[in-house]
């Protein structure tokens, strides 16, 4: 609500300044008439608006060499991706990615590292991240800006303050990991954390498969089965930040204990050993497991097939609760999970069709992930760079103060 | 997005009407200066709101008589609920309701009639709404102003055309019930159908147990299970109005066939006939002997309570998926549901316990619904309201060109 003139016009021109920021990031260039019709703004506004971010350091204009248009070509804005930058990086149950991410969503620096679990609790993977950002950080130059930091958890997370509630697949219960982090890593930006399904959810409809939906369920199997749930274009997080978690619907009342405490969970029923077991394997092999029964039953072993087809089952129960009760356009699925589809899509399909209400479930589409493996940590990155795009204003100014 | 400052004073002038109009028709009545500080806006511009409103004839102001405080007291606005009215219906599976609903909230004047299923077709209860609407109408003094028509189905709703795609308790598939009630109706206003379960949600927040609080799942049970999803303070309509179908959760892979096609819904195993047959009665015996078990329950007959505690695990493994999936703060239980929770909470809180992410679970509180019976036909009065509410001056402009 606004009170008075003078008020309103600073507000409309910090709300313009955000809104062009985030149209550069989120579709890396545009041109100043695109932005024109997009904004619905005239052109001299859109001048002195890529004026002032360009001024801040945070875009660059070119003039294309040779347009086949008619007249003066209208000047390309892009993002300077390597001035304003986050650190990011995405606690999967078996791999840390950490990156250097700067505007755009460009990936200017990365590392993988395996994670041994059990054996490495919070306080080494924390050690270990602050090792990792401090040499992403000394990769970019001495012009780049460091404006927030993101970490997505396989787990429970509280919004508010990134507390880890529970990871089961982690071993993690009740850490104060958002805190614990920043007393480490001592950088005077904010901190957020998330869980890595919100988060990969949240990247594939910022700029992924799922770019321009409204309404999309993301899906990802490692050893559990996670994911994030975008209603209206906005992640839900719930009351307290513990919204979207896919992997612990109950889908079976007579089925195995799982890690959360319950029983009959989707992921016990069509997670990482659930596929292995019905598949003939042992449980416990990890991904690579996973791997060898996906070419197996991709060359036609019987016994793969068969339990491939029964955990395509659970998948298509355990779609039809999602599609019935959330009416999405688009189900992306991540990690295994597209792969299973791969090789049981019609079965998947045609239970799905017999399973959700008719009207729900025949405009939903499955697809594969727009950013691969990297949707949870590129997700992170989003949120590290909330504050910058939502005030960019103000981001820079505290920046001329602090130095 | 606003380009010049002529229109942003149009706009925000617009924006502050409609939001000062909607404090007063969601909270009844409001001083002056609780509106100066609800609003942040200053004394002047409140009077100045309130007089456009009141000119309109959409509010009205008292002083009050005696005031404990010192000073000169503040000016109590309130709505008309006798200028600006709805007519709001909702067709239940066994029962239609048909009000006249004032501005506040209130009911001007109402009907309940028996709806005769499977005879009662869709024609016949179109031809019916259409009497009752205009008894209702004449029933209202001749300066009230019909500002919109909401009706809620116990169906799956197409939101944008009011298309009903699928009502199984109902027996229709397939109609275009908002085209087919317009053209009955022929009146001049937007007309509005929507899911029962979403509009009882939408009441529950707007006016009911629910008032406040952001992130909420509101169940209620007639022979099916309906409800309805707030997240963020909105209901969850999904891609085409059909989110929300709490009853058609994928419960039990061993369960009965479902009306909906599918098989081991949420509402086979805990709907009507379900509590019926677990308690050793026949199935389809409706309301009356739905009430007939609670009794005998309640009075300790031993087969009517084993049979409720089985339907009570349901209930609590449909809770467990719904509170892992939304995290809402609140969940909120109607008709027999209530009932059902009065009479077995503890089991079902026990299960639910056990059943539930921890985080998620700990903090969610399982209410009564503040409206009684009436939520769903409140949230067809909501539904119906919202032209008038998002844009008052628009609308009063439009009833002075259509007279």
């Known amino acids: 609500m606004v009170s008075s003139s003078g008020a309103t016009q600073d507000e409309i021109r910090r709300l313009n300044v955000s809104t062009l920021l985030r149209q550069i990031h989120v579709h890396g260039q545009l041109s100043r008439a695109d ?5 619905g703004l005239n052109r001299s506004t859109i001048k002195a608006l890529v004026g002032e971010l360009s001024e801040a350091g945070l875009v660059t204009e070119t003039i294309p060499e040779t347009s086949m248009r008619a007249g003066r070509p209208s000047h390309v804005v892009r993002p ?5 930058y986050v650190l990011a990086a995405n606690i999967g149950v078996d791999t840390v990615t950490v990156a250097a991410v700067g505007l755009g969503g460009i990936i200017e620096g990365r590392a993988d590292y395996p994670l041994l679990r059990p054996a490495e609790g919070h306080e080494m993977v924390i050690a270990r991240l602050a090792t990792e950002f401090r040499e992403l950080q000394a990769s970019m130059g001495p012009a780049a800006w460091l404006v927030g930091v993101g970490v997505g958890v396989a787990g429970a997370i509280r919004r508010a303050d990134g507390f880890v509630e529970f990871a089961p697949n982690l071993g993690w219960r009740q850490v104060p990991f958002g805190q614990l982090l920043a007393e480490r890593l001592g950088v005077h930006v904010q901190i957020s954390v998330g869980n890595d399904g919100d988060l990969g959810a949240l990247a594939e409809h910022v700029r992924g498969a799922g770019r321009g939906i409204q309404n999309l369920i ?3 199997g ?6 994030g749930i975008v209603v209206e274009g906005r992640i839900v997080t719930g009351a307290q930040g513990y919204a979207g978690e896919v992997g612990h619907m109950m889908l079976n009342p007579n089925g195995r204990i799982c890690r959360c405490g319950s029983h009959g969970c989707f ?3 069509a ?7 019905a598949c003939g394997r042992e449980a416990g092999g990890g991904r690579a497991a996973l791997l060898e029964v996906f070419a197996a039953a ?4 019987l016994r793969a097939l068969d339990g491939l087809h029964e955990i395509a089952i659970w998948v298509a129960r355990g779609l039809s609760t999602l599609v019935n009760l959330l009416n999405p356009d688009v189900v992306i699925l991540g990690g295994p999970l597209w792969s299973l589809f791969f090789l049981t899509g019609d079965l998947i399909r045609s239970e799905l069709h ?7 479930r025949t405009q939903v589409q499955v697809l594969q992930p727009g950013l691969g493996d990297d949707s949870s940590l590129l997700g992170a990155a989003e949120l590290a760079f909330e504050p910058l795009l939502s005030d960019p204003v103000d981001a820079w100014s505290r920046r001329a103060l602090t130095g």
């Open 298 to 301: 991709s060359q036609g072993e």
């Open 80 to 84: 300077k991706s390597d001035t304003a």
């Open 267 to 269: 992921e016990t029923e």
């Open 35 to 39: 932005l024109t019709t997009r904004m």
């Open 218 to 220: 993301y899906l990802s």
């Open 222 to 227: 490692e050893v559990g089965i996670g994911g």
């Open 354 to 360: 017999a399973m959700s209400i008719f009207a729900a």
């Open 271 to 277: 997670g990482e050993d659930a596929v292995l077991v």
